[in-house]
C-alpha cells in the first residue's frame, strides 16, 4: 500500500513564497513520473509542473520563472518552490505520482492537496 502526502501549504501575501513537499510512503514500490496539479474554486484542476525520473521537468506558463519543481529520490519526495505568488495561484495543491509497484504494475496516486490561499 502506497500513500502521498502533500504539506506545506498556507496563507502568505502576494509576492511572497512557499515551498511545498510531496512525500510518498509505503513499500515495494518506484516513482516514476510525478507532478503538481491545482484547482481554484470553479474551475478545473490543471498542471502546475512535473518532473521525470532522470529529473527533466515540464512547467506551466503561468509558473514558469516563479515555480521550481525538483525530487529526491532517496527520500521519496518531490518539491514545489513557489516564489512570487499571486492571488491568482490560490488553489489546492495535488501531488500526483506514477508508481511502479511490484507485482501489481504501474498505477496512478494522489495526495489529499494541499491549500495555498495568497492575498493581495
Known amino acids: 500500500q502506497v500513500q502521498l502526502m502533500e504539506s506545506g501549504g498556507g496563507l502568505v501575501q502576494a509576492g511572497g513564497s512557499l515551498r511545498l513537499s510531496c512525500v510518498a510512503s509505503g513499500s515495494s514500490f518506484r516513482i516514476n513520473a510525478m507532478g503538481w496539479y491545482r484547482q481554484a474554486p470553479g474551475k478545473q484542476r490543471d498542471l502546475v509542473a512535473r518532473i521525470a525520473s532522470d529529473g527533466s521537468t515540464d512547467y506551466a506558463e503561468f509558473v514558469k520563472g516563479r515555480f521550481t519543481i525538483s525530487r529526491d529520490n532517496a527520500k521519496n519526495t518531490m518539491y514545489l518552490q513557489m516564489n512570487g505568488l499571486k492571488p491568482e495561484d490560490t488553489a489546492v495543491y495535488y501531488c500526483?505520482?506514477?508508481?511502479?509497484?511490484?507485482?501489481?504494475?504501474?498505477?496512478?496516486?494522489w495526495g489529499q492537496g494541499t491549500q495555498v490561499t495568497v492575498s493581495s
Open positions: 500526483n505520482a506514477d508508481l511502479t509497484i511490484w507485482y501489481r504494475g504501474r498505477e496512478d496516486y
